[in-house]
């Protein structure tokens, strides 16, 4: 049973950077596809950044890209997602998501395990 815990929210200034941390603390042994969206008050939830099975293939969204860096763990059920050079507009709670597969997917819809989410407000 996979089982998603994420850490490392909180309260940073523009400029500052966080690093989220995802575990999947069910360990299935499975193959999966992991990911990070975001939803920020009053909008839909979207794509963040997606790590293959193995680590080797990353995608990013447009706003993320080289700002924010994902990472896996060489036990493979750990991702990291390092955040720079943060801006208001990153302010969200961010889920981890995991899904049965070995490839890197960025829909929502391809998702099927989320946890619980963590905070991040990025002030100005």
């Known amino acids: 049973q996979v089982h998603l815990v994420e850490s490392g929210g909180g309260l940073v200034q523009a400029g500052g950077s966080l690093r989220l941390s995802c575990e999947d603390s069910?360990?299935?042994?499975?193959?999966?596809?992991m990911g990070w969206f975001r939803q920020a008050p009053g909008k839909e939830r979207e794509f963040v950044a997606a790590?293959?099975?193995?680590?080797?293939?990353?995608d990013y969204a447009d706003s993320v890209k080289g700002r924010f860096r994902l990472s896996r763990g060489d036990a493979k059920n750990t991702v990291d997602l390092q955040m720079n050079s943060l801006k208001p507009e990153d302010t969200a709670v961010y889920y981890c998501a995991a899904v049965d597969g070995s490839y890197v997917y960025t829909e929502i819809y391809e998702y099927d395990y989320w946890g619980q989410g963590t905070r991040v407000t990025v002030s100005s």
């Open positions: 069910g360990r299935t042994f499975s193959s999966l596809g």
């Open positions: 790590v293959s099975w193995s680590g080797g293939a990353t």
